[in-house]
């Protein structure tokens, strides 16, 4: 059995939030939406069913608690909530904040303009403020 790696693309757009006790919590950088992905530690998962029973409730609850962190953190009128994987096939959840104003509403964000990176300084203060409100 290989070992957890997180997809390089994944990588690559996302900030580290926190590991919990299935998922690596990231921060999309795409400062038009407050945008969360968890991402079940496991080795070569893609679909939601290849986890186990106990692994997809703990993934549901995680979702959950990410979701009220981030309506709670921005008082978004909607979270969307996705798991894709069309472009990067390791199993992965997107938990996205949506309000009125922001770029895409009412549609989906995915596919809807490209990604407006976080300015660093901007990023790392987000990042912080999501850790210290996920903390148990």
């Known amino acids: 059995m290989s070992a957890f790696v997180l997809h ?16 690596r919590v990231l921060l999309m950088d ?6 969360a992905i968890l991402v079940p530690r496991r080795a ?24 009220r962190m ?8 909607k979270i969307n909530i996705g798991a894709l994987g069309n472009l990067v096939p390791q199993l992965h959840v997107h938990v996205v904040a949506r309000c009125e104003s922001d770029a895409a509403w009412p549609g989906p964000v995915w596919g809807h303009g490209a ?21 148990p």
Do not use: C, I
């Not at 795409?30 to 945008?35: E, G, I, K, L, Q």
């Not at 290849?50 to 997809?56: E, G, I």
């Not at 407006?116 to 409100?133: G, T, W």
């Open 8 to 23: 390089p693309r994944l990588a690559a757009d996302t900030a580290f939030v926190a590991d919990w006790d299935l998922s």
């Open 30 to 35: 795409d400062a038009r939406y407050p945008w």
């Open 44 to 67: 070569d998962m893609t679909e939601l069913f290849d986890l186990d029973a106990q692994d997809r409730a703990a993934l549901t609850e995680e979702v959950a608690r990410a979701a």
């Open 70 to 77: 981030l309506k709670a953190m921005t008082g978004a009128a």
């Open 115 to 135: 990604a407006v990176r976080y300015e660093p300084a901007r990023r790392d203060a987000f990042v912080e403020e999501l850790r210290a409100r996920l903390a």
